[in-house]
C-alpha cells in the first residue's frame, strides 16, 4: 500500500512538472537565429562547390553518417543522418557562387531555414550564415534553453568546412596553408561568437556567407 502511493505521488509530480514544462516552454520564443561570418583563404566559386557538392560532403563533416540525394533534379532534396538524428533538406533557392538556401526538418520537430551569402574576389571569402530555427514544440523550447545548443551544429559545420578548404587549397609540392574560418555568432539569441578552428593565414592578398 505504501509503495502504491509512493508511486502514484511520483506519477502525479511528474505529471505537474510536465505539465508545468509546457506552460512554460509555450510562452517561450519559437525562432531562434543564429548569424554568424567566416572568412576563407579561397575564390567564392571554390567554397560554392565545397557546400553544395553533396556526393563530397561525407568526405569532410566530421558529424554526419549518412547522406541520401532523394531528388537530384532542381530543387534537390535529401536525407541526412547526424548525431543520431534524421533531418530532410529541400533546396530553395541560390545564385552561384554568391548564394545557397536550404529548408530543413528534423524528425523530432525541429524546422528552419539556412541561408549561405559569399561575398570576395581573389583567393579570399567571407561566408555569412543565417540559420533561422523554429521550435513549435514548447518542450522543445525549453530543451533549448536548458541543454540544446543549437549554435554548435553550425559552428561544427564551418569549422570542418574550414578544414576542406584547406586541403583543397595546400598544394602537395609546396605545403602552402590556408585558413580556416573564425566565426562570429550573433542573431535574436544574442550568445557569444565561438571561433572557428584556426589554420594559418593565407599568404595571398585578400578582398572577399
Not at 572568412?39 to 554526419?64: C, G, H, K, M, N
Not at 553518417?65 to 533546396?91: C, H, I, M, N, Q
Not at 514544440?137 to 540544446?148: A, D, E, M
Request: charged letters at 25%; proline letters at 6%; glycine letters at 8%.
Amino acid at each position: 500500500m505504501g509503495f502504491a502511493g509512493a508511486l502514484g505521488r511520483l506519477i502525479a509530480l511528474l505529471l505537474v512538472l510536465a505539465g508545468l514544462c509546457f506552460v512554460v516552454g509555450w510562452f517561450l520564443p519559437a525562432e531562434h537565429t543564429i548569424r554568424k561570418t567566416s572568412i576563407f583563404a579561397a575564390a567564392p566559386d571554390e567554397v560554392y562547390d565545397a557546400v553544395t557538392d553533396l556526393e563530397r560532403q561525407r568526405d569532410w563533416r566530421s558529424d554526419l553518417k549518412s547522406l541520401t540525394v532523394d531528388s537530384a533534379r532542381s530543387p534537390r532534396s535529401w536525407t541526412e543522418e547526424a548525431d543520431g538524428y534524421r533531418v530532410r533538406f529541400r533546396e530553395v533557392g541560390g545564385e552561384p557562387p554568391k548564394t545557397f538556401e536550404v529548408e530543413f526538418e528534423s524528425v523530432i520537430g525541429v524546422r528552419g531555414r539556412l541561408k549561405l551569402e559569399l561575398t570576395g574576389t581573389g583567393e579570399r571569402t567571407e561566408l555569412t550564415s543565417v540559420e533561422t530555427i523554429s521550435l513549435d514544440n514548447p518542450y522543445l523550447r525549453v530543451g533549448k534553453v536548458l541543454v540544446i545548443n543549437f549554435d554548435s551544429y553550425l559552428d561544427r559545420y564551418l569549422s570542418d568546412l574550414g578544414v576542406r578548404i584547406s586541403t583543397l587549397k595546400t598544394p602537395a609540392a609546396t605545403g602552402s596553408a590556408t585558413a580556416a574560418p573564425s566565426a562570429t555568432a550573433g542573431g535574436s539569441a544574442g550568445s557569444a561568437a565561438p571561433t572557428a578552428a584556426a589554420l594559418p593565414t593565407p599568404t595571398a592578398s585578400p578582398t572577399p556567407r
